[in-house]
T-cell receptor, first 116, second 113 residues
Framework: DAGVTQSPTHLIKTRGQQVTLRCSPK?????VSWYQQALGQGPQFIFQ???????QRGNFPDRFSGHQFPNYSSELNVNALLLGDSALYLC???????????????FGSGTRLTVV | QKEVEQNSGPLSVPEGAIASLNCTYS??????FFWYRQYSGKSPELIMS????GDKEDGRFTAQLNKASQYVSLLIRDSQPSDSATYLC?????????????FGSGTQLTVLP
């Protein structure tokens, strides 16, 4: 049973460029969340996708956008990269449900983005 | 602004000792609480979840929740060098669907042989 896979694992971009990160959720999961983790900090929620729509969004500028495909995979796009966007980007998949319970996030291994 | 605060590290304990990690949260509407372990350069790994007041034990790990005090803790008994990692406290709202997690900044634990 494949877990969450992210690509690429490492990426170096120049300030002002655009980047696309990819995520395939764990088999059976239908919800994908993206987190940004700066060095020495906890992950910060960027947004969550369910049924191909953005369901929740954290406090990130519009330069951060995403997409979810019919097969539940997802992309994170960041435009006009800043030096401060350098971080580990984590994808987490989960199963959405209608009951009051938590089904657990499975994190991918992340994409390390360096902006120079 | 929902906040999750963790006791500042780094925390060092000798092998075999009990490591105690603490976390407070600001949002009284929080209903789900988690501890993640993150090794250097790796992604977070869920080790404990707790939803009700009291203690929850899983092997060498015990999570404790006090919603009135907005406090959650993690005890690691018989600490091993392999437990050396950053421990992240995370909090989620109640809700019908999987919700976003708000993380603390983590406590770095070192278990000395």
């Amino acid at each position: 049973d494949a877990g969450v896979t992210q690509s690429p694992t490492h990426l170096i971009k120049t300030r002002g460029q655009q980047v696309t990160l990819r995520c395939s959720p764990k088999s059976g999961h239908d919800t994908v969340s993206w987190y940004q983790q700066a060095l020495g900090q906890g992950p910060q929620f960027i947004f969550q996708y369910y049924e191909e729509e953005e369901r929740q969004r954290g406090n990130f500028p519009d330069r951060f956008s995403g997409h979810q495909f019919p097969n539940y995979s997802s992309e994170l796009n960041v435009n006009a990269l800043l030096l401060g966007d350098s971080a580990l980007y984590l994808c987490a998949s989960s199963l959405s449900a209608g009951t009051l319970s938590y089904y657990g996030y499975t994190f991918g291994s992340g994409t390390r983005l360096t902006v120079v | 602004q929902k906040e999750v605060e963790q006791n500042s590290g780094p925390l060092s304990v000798p092998e075999g000792a009990i490591a105690s990690l603490n976390c407070t949260y600001s949002d009284r509407g929080s209903q789900s609480f988690f501890w993640y372990r993150q090794y250097s350069g790796k992604s977070p790994e869920l080790i404990m979840s707790i939803y009700s007041n009291g203690d929850k034990e899983d092997g060498r790990f015990t999570a404790q929740l006090n919603k009135a005090s907005q406090y959650v803790s993690l005890l690691i008994r018989d600490s091993q060098p392999s437990d050396s990692a950053t421990y992240l406290c995370a909090v989620s709202e109640a809700g019908g669907s999987a919700r976003q997690l708000t993380f603390g900044s983590g406590t770095q634990l070192t278990v000395l042989p």
